[in-house]
Nanobody, 123 residues
């Protein structure tokens, strides 16, 4: 099982970025994929997640209305569209997978993790 994130970068406040999480080594349709982030000195926190089987989604309050998660099962890829970025969104963003279609929001509920991609939002 492999998860590879891409799309991070350095942007200004108010800008947009789209992160991608390409998955391989498992049946994508039976998984839930989550996006987490970790800022320096802080714990890793759940941002958003999606069930690849029924499309159910979850968003943390801090990103609701600004971030959109989507899944392209044909490409085994999950996207995180991030709009109206703020300096407090600065973190390393990780995607994670769990072999259950039910979404989950806690790090311990996920079995597989990508290497992370840095997102930096300047003020």
């Amino acid at each position: 099982v492999q998860l590879v994130e891409s799309g991070g970068g350095l942007v200004q406040t108010g800008a947009s970025l789209t992160l991608s999480c390409a998955a391989s080594g498992f049946t994508f349709d039976d998984y839930a994929i989550g996006w987490f982030r970790q800022a320096p000195g802080k714990e890793r926190e759940g941002v958003s997640c999606i069930s690849s089987s029924d499309g159910v989604t979850y968003y943390a309050d801090s990103v609701k209305g600004r971030f959109t998660i989507s899944s392209d099962n044909a490409k085994n890829t999950v996207y995180l569209q991030m709009n109206s970025l703020k300096p407090e969104d600065t973190a390393v963003y990780y995607c994670a997978g769990r072999p259950y279609s039910i979404i989950a929001t806690m790090t311990y509920e996920y079995d597989y993790w990508g290497q992370g991609t840095q997102v930096t939002v300047s003020s």
